[in-house]
């Protein structure tokens, strides 16, 4: 019954209708992009911004940049994949083993070094990217891969996470049962552990995929070869050359549209598919807050 | 703390080292050499000299810093306010089971934020622009032809930005905790005639402050590290390298070469963010654990 009164009260529709409205606003973007994806420079800068037009030229785009400066968007839609992908395997496996030993074990130090750990998000990334920039070029790192993964890695968001996931999914006394079996640690760790824990596992390689592939700062400083961009940076680069060359030479608009169409699409299509992922990592990160 | 497992001493450190060894290599030791180099100032080919405190001196009396702090500082109080009350509406939204469409909107308001900051500011950058931008014909319709891009609504531009871009974290990070209270709170308090502006005031509200809190101070985190959207900006108007610290940070590192200056202004930085934080959990009366 009460479900039925609110359903009908002008209230409820009134913020329904805000709701809606709201909406709009967050997709805008996603829509304007998505029209602009499917015209030519000269469609685009004299047709309805927010409607289509013909004739649709979303295929030209995809070719244009697809071709434009030797395939380069591909290589660096690669480069993305590399940096990510890497980043997100590694991350996930070394924050489960922090995260293990923190809320499995007792050893001296061990809040100290944990809190300085949390402590650390605090610290804006340029407090650490110049250091790093000229660390990386004392290695003569700078412009390898490295030099955006190994820095990568290190992410106390997720040793956080991961140490609220073994507190709250793997029970202490399957620890005893399974030492009373005789089983080595590394086995509690990985083989009765692990899979315990892999919706946390989930969230954390979704987190720090996502964060690596939108990661724009660290790229920027270490890496000035081309070829070696992740979208992200190329993206950008190609802007700055558009939006400020009247000359030649400069990508036309409809690489860019298309290329952030391209960029958007996986993180779209993954923070649908793995909803359930995101949703649960966050509130356990919050939950314990 | 209880012990869980009983192993050999270094146990804990075999799990650990891996984090710990990066953490110590791209962390600890970028902060350490970043606050040396703050002491040293380098003039042209000569060798770097030792000069103290000079350039902590020069961070405090530098009114480009400055302003950009206070810039920031300012951004903070509005856009904060805006999007962590936008935040909070969209949660308690989203929260209650008898509302419709919650999934949808979840899902959509939360959407931008996996979008890579950079992207979002090209995206918007595009749609603020003469000649792409959708909202010209909008606003042409009331007589009206805004500048988005002007100096003075570039701050409002930005802030539109962030906000689109972060609303729908903050959100989930206060639904979170909503979602973390036992459901039966809310029948007894039915029960004894609460109505649900009631229920929102005396039991959700007051529940969800570490929420509100954890959401606000990752606010202030990220709000005196905005650096993506103004710099790709520049490309399209004119930015002023003080609009943020880490903008001038980056411009003073990269375009004039003084690193000595830039890592002491970045320490500053993270000093200032450390300690508004730091308010404004005192403030809330917030304790960890």
Redesign the interface.
């Known amino acids: 019954m009460?479900?039925k009164k609110?359903?009908y009260s002008p209230s409820t529709i009134i913020?329904?209708a805000l709701?809606f409205v709201?909406?709009v606003?967050?997709?805008?973007?996603?829509f304007?992009?998505i029209v602009?994806s499917t015209k030519s420079d000269s469609q685009?800068?004299s047709t309805?911004?927010?409607w289509f037009t013909s004739p649709f030229n979303f295929l030209n785009n995809v070719q244009t940049v697809s071709s434009y400066d030797n395939s380069i968007l591909w290589r660096w839609f690669l480069n993305s994949i590399i940096y990510a992908g890497s980043v997100s395997a590694g991350t996930t496996?070394?924050?489960a083993?922090?995260g293990?030993?923190?809320?499995?074990?007792?050893?001296k130090g061990?809040n100290t070094?944990f809190?300085i750990?949390l402590g650390?998000?605090?610290?804006?990334?340029?407090?650490?990217?110049?250091?790093?920039?000229?660390?990386m070029h004392g290695l003569n790192l700078i412009n390898t891969y490295w030099a955006v993964i190994?820095?990568s890695?290190?992410n106390?968001f997720t040793?956080y996470l991961m140490r609220i996931f073994w507190m709250k999914e793997f029970p202490?006394e399957l620890?005893d049962a399974a030492?009373v079996d005789g089983a080595s640690?590394f086995a509690?760790?990985f083989r009765i552990g692990l899979p315990l824990v892999r919706g946390g596992l989930a969230t954390v390689a979704l987190f720090s995929f996502?964060g690596t592939?939108?990661?724009?700062?660290l790229p920027l400083?270490v890496i000035s070869k081309s070829n070696l961009y992740p979208?992200?940076?190329g993206?950008?680069v190609w802007?700055?050359i558009t939006?400020?060359s009247v000359g030649r030479g400069a990508p036309p608009y409809g690489a860019?549209t298309m290329g952030?169409l391209i960029?958007?699409i996986p993180?779209?299509l993954?923070?649908?598919l793995l909803?359930k992922y995101?949703?649960s990592g966050?509130?356990?990160?919050?939950?314990k807050? | 703390m209880k012990i869980r497992i009983r192993s050999r001493k270094y146990m804990p450190f075999v799990f650990l080292s891996p984090f710990l060894i990066l953490f110590a290599l791209f962390y600890i030791a970028p902060l350490i050499y970043g606050f040396y180099l703050s002491l040293f100032h380098k003039y042209g080919l000569r060798p770097s000299t030792f000069v103290g405190m000079e350039n902590y001196v020069k961070a405090f009396t530098d009114n480009g810093f400055l302003s950009s702090i206070l810039t920031m500082g300012e951004f903070f109080l509005i856009q904060g306010s805006i999007m962590i009350f936008l935040a909070l509406l969209f949660a308690l939204y989203i929260d209650n089971e008898k509302n419709h469409f919650r999934g949808f909107f979840r899902l959509v308001y939360y959407i931008p934020f996996a979008i890579p900051t950079v992207i979002s500011g090209i995206l918007w950058g595009f749609m603020y622009s003469k000649s792409l931008s959708p909202f010209q014909s909008i606003f042409g319709l009331v007589g009206l032809h805004p500048n988005f891009l002007a100096s003075n609504s570039l701050f409002w531009s930005i802030l539109n930005i962030v906000t689109w871009e972060w609303v729908g974290y903050n959100m989930i990070i206060i639904y979170s905790g909503l979602q973390s209270i036992p459901r039966e709170l809310y029948e007894s308090a039915r029960m004894d005639g609460a109505r649900n502006f009631d229920i929102i005031k005396y039991i959700k509200l007051p529940l969800i402050v570490p929420s509100l809190v954890l959401a606000v101070v990752f606010t202030v985190i990220g709000t005196f590290q905005i650096f993506n959207e103004p710099y790709v900006l520049q490309s399209m108007t004119y930015v002023s390298i003080h609009f943020t610290p880490n903008l001038y940070i980056y411009t003073t590192a990269f375009s004039y070469g003084n690193f000595n200056f830039a890592a002491a202004m970045a320490i500053v930085l993270a000093l200032v963010t450390f300690a508004v934080s730091m308010i404004f959990m005192r403030f809330a009366g917030f304790k960890e654990e």
């Open positions: 009460d479900t609110n359903l913020i329904l709701m709201a909406s606003y967050f997709l805008l973007p996603f304007w992009i602009a685009l800068f309805n911004p927010l496996l070394i924050s083993m922090a293990f030993a923190f809320s499995k074990y007792d050893f061990k070094i809190y750990i650390t998000i605090m610290v804006p990334t340029t407090a650490l990217v110049l250091p790093i920039y000229l660390l190994l820095p890695l290190v106390p040793v202490n620890i030492h640690d509690i760790f996502v592939w939108n990661n724009f700062f400083v979208l992200t940076l993206l950008q802007t700055s939006t400020t860019i952030i960029s958007i993180l779209i993954a923070f649908i909803r995101w949703q966050l509130s356990s990160g919050a939950v807050g």
